[in-house]
């Protein structure tokens, strides 16, 4: 049977106290909305629709789901107006449709398809899913009949002392019949809060003899919506601790689970070893048999196999190949390619830079829009000098070249293959394969010029004959 979704996405969230969409908040690097979507996406529903407000044309720049269609709730007037506004967008739908709110973002697909499947197997026009919550004065409690049965959901601010009692909570998930979704035109506005509640078409249903249920198979803790900062956190917590589970059943070793953050779209290989304090974003992909030390963040950059990321490193857009070491304390700006089994050392930044198998800058340098070639031996507090003032230049080092330290490669500037480079060199010119090149001023020492000195002469370099007096 085909299905299609509805997502409730119209809330302010005024007690954020932020200029953000509510549902557009992150959490474990992907909106709060995204996750949900995420999770009704692996139904595979025919439709997805979400419903905003006045703030839809950021949800829209935001969301990364292709195919989504929008609804426009232009007042806040509650969930019932807002399925109401979906209705136009689900069109000529067949089906049963799943309404949900886009502030719940721990909610999982299997819960959701289990649920489905109950609101088929009993043949109901109208399905609520339901959890017990330790404090139920957030939720509308779930008022049953004496045989069991659903008779009402009733609102914290609308129950009476006995219905208060109750723990037995609506998640906000429905599964509708799609002639039955008709029933949120015969919801009665409240009053009191001047909004009309998608609850009352629990009554409205069971008014005209629709087989309606609730099923209490959810959790507190997957239905937490969030509404404040504060359960912000403590949503993003469960689901930092969701997607760190997840990986040790995949085989990957973390020796501090508890301060390692793991992004929605990460994937980490088998038997790669995660030190504490290390932040993986983005679409970050990391091989086998890797290592990452304390303290690294790697953004959006793909690690290859085995390879080693030393302490307090971060890597951002770039690709690291297998074997290779990077860090301690290397900082790997976007665009830059470290080839198989090269190594980047302490304090060496990278930026646009691409590197060849076996090549190393083992410290202290700077490589910005350089194509370096394989088996490079680059020296500590090498520059590659890529900036004019108004463009920058690319810098080419050639295969088995050897740089020596405290050298500067003034870009645009080719260095041929085999050659070498004398330590302090300022180059300019392109290298010949195979030659030495050293451009560095010629060394003169000044004989005695302590002593003189220390007489109160000073001595004039350029000039040949007797010192001046001071």
């Not at 690097?29 to 595979?44: A, E, H, T």
């Amino acid at each position: 049977m085909k299905t299609a979704c509805i997502v409730l996405a119209a809330g302010l969230g005024k007690r954020m106290n932020s200029d953000l969409p509510k549902v557009l908040h992150n959490i474990c690097g992907i909106p709060m909305l995204q996750s949900v979507l995420n999770s009704v996406r692996k139904l595979n529903p025919e439709r997805i629709v979400v419903v905003a407000g006045g703030h839809i044309g950021k949800i829209k720049e935001s969301i990364q789901s292709p195919g989504v269609l929008f609804a426009l709730q232009p007042r806040a007037r509650g969930t019932g107006d807002a399925v109401r506004c979906a209705l136009p967008v689900i069109g000529d739908f067949n089906g049963d449709v799943l309404v949900l709110n886009g502030d719940t973002p721990l909610v999982r697909p299997d819960t959701i398809r289990k649920f489905l499947r109950l609101h088929r197997r009993d043949g109901n026009a109208l399905s609520v899913l339901s959890f017990t919550a330790a404090d139920p004065s957030a939720y509308g409690r779930i008022v049953r009949d004496s045989s069991g049965g659903i008779e009402a959901i009733v609102e914290d601010r609308d129950a009476d002392p006995r219905q208060k009692e109750i723990r037995e909570v609506n998640s906000g998930l429905y599964a509708v019949r799609r002639d039955a979704l008709a029933l949120v035109g015969r919801i009665k506005l409240n009053r009191a809060k001047g909004e009309y509640y998608l609850t009352d078409i629990v009554s409205a249903a069971l008014r005209r003899k629709m087989k309606t249920s609730a099923y209490p198979i959810g959790t507190e803790e997957e239905f937490m919506g969030v509404n404040t900062k504060e359960e912000l956190r403590r949503a993003a917590e469960t689901m930092r601790r969701r997607i760190v589970a997840s990986w040790t059943k995949k085989g990957v070793d973390f020796l501090d689970a508890g301060s390692v953050f793991i992004h929605h779209d990460a994937s980490i290989g088998r038997d790669t070893v995660i030190y504490p304090n290390v932040h993986i974003e983005g679409r970050t992909k990391i091989g086998k048999k890797s290592t990452v030390y304390p303290n690294v963040r790697i953004v959006d950059s793909e690690i290859g196999r085995e390879a080693v990321i030393k302490d307090s490193t971060l890597i951002e857009n770039s690709r690291v190949g297998d074997r290779a070491s990077v860090g301690p304390f290397a900082h790997i700006r976007p665009g830059s390619e470290i080839g198989r089994q090269a190594k980047i050392g302490n304090f060496v930044e990278l930026k646009k830079t691409i590197l060849g198998t076996n090549t190393k800058a083992s410290h202290l340098s700077y490589l910005g829009d350089a194509k370096i070639g394989s088996g490079v031996n680059i020296g500590a507090g090498t520059i590659t000098c890529n900036y004019d003032g108004a463009r920058k230049h690319v810098t080419r080092i050639e295969d088995d070249v050897f740089i020596g330290s405290d050298s500067q490669l003034v870009a645009p500037v080719r260095v041929g293959k085999g050659s070498y480079v004398g330590a302090g060199s300022t180059i300019t010119e392109d290298v010949p394969a195979g030659a030495l090149a050293i451009g560095r001023a010629r060394q003169k020492n000044i004989r005695g010029w302590v002593r003189k000195r220390s007489k109160g002469r000073v001595i004039d370099v350029n000039k040949k004959g007797k010192d001046k007096k001071d």
